[in-house]
């Protein structure tokens, strides 16, 4: 063994102090940290740290919202709708005298194997803009597309006297029969298209035109 010299003993006590001292710093602050880490965990998260954090939810992405996107209450018509299904906005807001006639041809067609599905029927300023503004881009001017669709402004289907048929069907039937209803085929191109003329019943339907540009109403 080793002894050590009187004269080192007083320096060896102070560094023995100062090591104990240094130890119970360092145990200190570590002690401060681990405390500051579990009493940030269990605090509920701040509302900016709520705003950036990539799990909370975007008020543009909540389920069942599409801003902008147009649907059945515009007049969107789903498949397999009949001119008997009340519950479909393009449906019940027709006008009710040209409902009514439908109604009654369409039971009549039935005892014929026709039904009348409706592609088309009442259509709100909105979805009658967006199916012209379709046309525009599929047939490259606002003059071919007005061939075939109407401004919101003159459309018989915005004010919901008009209806477009599907399957042929129902549009062979009332190519034979429809005046009997009042229901006339008015454009040449469009032989889904129908509207109601109280007239036809006693004198048959008037002469149509070739396409919605011979219509005078289109001209307002």
């Not at 046309?135 to 071919?144: K, L, R």
């Not at 919901?160 to 062979?172: C, E, I, N, P, Y």
């Not at 509207?195 to 035109?209: F, K, N, S, V």
Request: aromatic share 6%.
């Amino acid at each position: 063994m080793v002894s050590i010299p009187a004269s080192a003993r007083p320096t060896t006590r102070r560094f023995r102090r100062l090591l104990v001292v240094g130890l119970s710093v360092v145990i200190a602050a570590i002690t401060a940290a681990l405390g500051y880490r579990l009493l940030k965990s269990s605090s509920p998260p701040s509302s900016s740290s709520l705003s950036s954090s990539s799990a909370a939810p975007s008020l543009n992405a909540l389920p069942g919202e599409h801003s902008g996107a147009l649907g059945e209450a515009d007049g969107v018509v789903p498949d397999g709708v009949t001119v008997f299904d009340d519950e479909i906005p393009a449906v019940a807001k027709l006008d009710p005298d040209l409902l009514k006639a439908l109604r009654r041809a369409a039971a009549n067609a039935a005892d014929d194997g026709a039904k009348f599905y409706v592609n088309s029927g009442w259509r709100s300023p909105d979805y009658q803009n967006q199916l012209l503004r379709e046309a525009v881009s599929e047939y490259g001017s606002e003059d071919e597309a007005a061939r075939w669709v109407a401004t919101a402004a003159t459309s018989p289907h915005v004010s919901g006297d008009a209806v477009d048929l599907g399957r042929s069907d129902a549009t062979a039937w009332l190519s034979k029969h429809g005046a009997e209803y009042g229901l006339c085929q008015i454009y040449r191109n469009e032989p889904w298209h129908y509207e109601l003329h109280t007239d036809a019943i006693g004198r048959g339907c008037p002469r149509m035109y070739a396409n919605p540009t011979q219509d005078p109403r289109m001209q307002q």
